[in-house]
């Protein structure tokens, strides 16, 4: 299965931005990953990257295998996952989550234990940048958590799961779904999310990309939180907008689209590799979880 090896090698350069960024991620030498490029190339008989600059960068061939790329890889791993599905799993594992994640995953993890009922699953609840850094250090198992904003090293296994976009949120008694964003900012109180989270940094490069320094009065270490206080109208806030968030049955909040392309926060699991067979389970049931 060389191919399906060659695009999560693919998927690798696409996500990190160069053939020694992707090396470091999938434990291969910088001069393998171009070869199994180069092999890709010809197995599919056309160019992927452009190589006539200092950077190599993807050919428009290379951005439009991205989506067949991944719907390939993870069509085969859901394949391995089922052809796995009749061997018991059995044993403990310890699993941390981010609050917004925790009803995602506990659902997912009671469906893998109806079928698996040796399998024993301790959960804690923790914020993400602290989850990351005790599933590198191999203290728990695996964690959903948002992708980190730095090199994650190459013994813990990082598998994006669902994407979060920033939007502006604000109360409908303020607000209706045509609101103009730029105006809410300038003119309500902000309720910032901790600046320093990834989550916060990338709210941060939104303001300064709309060039607007908003009336700030209180920094949120938590979105549910935020979301509460936005209902309550003490103020507006741009926050991820929650996947696991009935958001059309919400009557007090409105979300507003924010102007260019919006930043996006990606949720993801972490595995520290210490029970690999059990935690590629929960991997799979969560991919399958989403579709």
């Known amino acids: 299965m060389s191919t399906i090896r060659f695009l999560r090698t693919f998927l690798a350069v696409e996500k990190h931005g160069s053939l020694a960024a992707a090396a470091d991620r999938v434990a291969l030498t910088q001069a393998a990953v171009?070869?199994?490029?180069?092999?890709?190339e010809d197995e599919l008989r056309r160019p992927l990257f452009d190589r006539s600059r200092r950077v190599v960068t993807l050919t428009p061939a290379g951005?439009?295998?991205?989506?067949?790329?991944?719907?390939?890889?993870?069509?085969?791993?859901?394949?391995?996952?089922?052809?796995?599905?009749?061997?018991?799993?059995?044993?403990?594992?310890?699993?941390?989550?981010?609050?917004?994640?925790?009803?995602?995953?506990?659902?997912?993890?009671?469906?893998?234990?109806?079928?698996?009922?040796?399998?024993?699953?301790?959960?804690?609840?923790?914020?993400?940048?602290?989850?990351?850094?005790?599933?590198?250090?191999?203290?728990?198992?695996?964690?959903?958590?948002v992708e980190p904003q730095r090199d994650i090293p190459v013994r813990v296994?990082?598998?994006?799961?669902?994407?979060?976009?920033?939007?502006?949120?604000?109360?409908?008694?303020?607000?209706?779904?045509?609101?103009?964003?730029?105006?809410?900012?300038?003119s309500r109180p902000f309720l910032r999310f901790d600046r320093a989270s990834d989550t916060g940094a990338k709210v941060e490069q939104t303001l300064r990309r709309m060039r607007v320094k908003p009336n700030e009065v209180l920094e949120v270490n938590s979105v549910a939180a935020i979301i509460d206080?936005?209902?309550?109208?003490?103020?507006?806030?741009?926050?991820?907008?929650?996947?696991?968030?009935?958001?059309?049955?919400?009557?007090s909040v409105v979300a507003l689209p924010l102007p260019f392309r919006p930043a996006a926060r990606v949720i993801g699991m972490l595995e520290s590799g210490r029970h690999p067979g059990i935690t590629a389970a929960v991997r799979q049931q969560l991919l399958q979880a989403i579709g």
């Open 63 to 145: 951005r439009a295998l991205i989506p067949h790329a991944r719907r390939i890889v993870a069509a085969y791993e859901a394949m391995l996952a089922d052809a796995d599905a009749t061997e018991e799993i059995a044993g403990t594992i310890t699993v941390g989550a981010i609050v917004s994640a925790m009803g995602f995953l506990t659902e997912s993890l009671v469906a893998l234990k109806a079928r698996h009922p040796a399998l024993e699953v301790k959960l804690v609840l923790g914020y993400s940048g602290a989850l990351a850094e005790q599933a590198e250090a191999g203290e728990l198992d695996a964690v959903l958590v």
């Open 34 to 40: 171009g070869q199994q490029m180069r092999a890709l």
């Open 229 to 251: 206080l936005v209902r309550q109208n003490v103020g507006i806030s741009i926050v991820p907008l929650l996947k696991h968030v009935a958001w059309t049955r919400e009557r």
């Open 157 to 186: 296994q990082w598998t994006p799961l669902y994407e979060e976009p920033l939007m502006l949120l604000a109360s409908t008694r303020i607000a209706s779904a045509h609101a103009d964003v730029g105006a809410l900012l300038k």
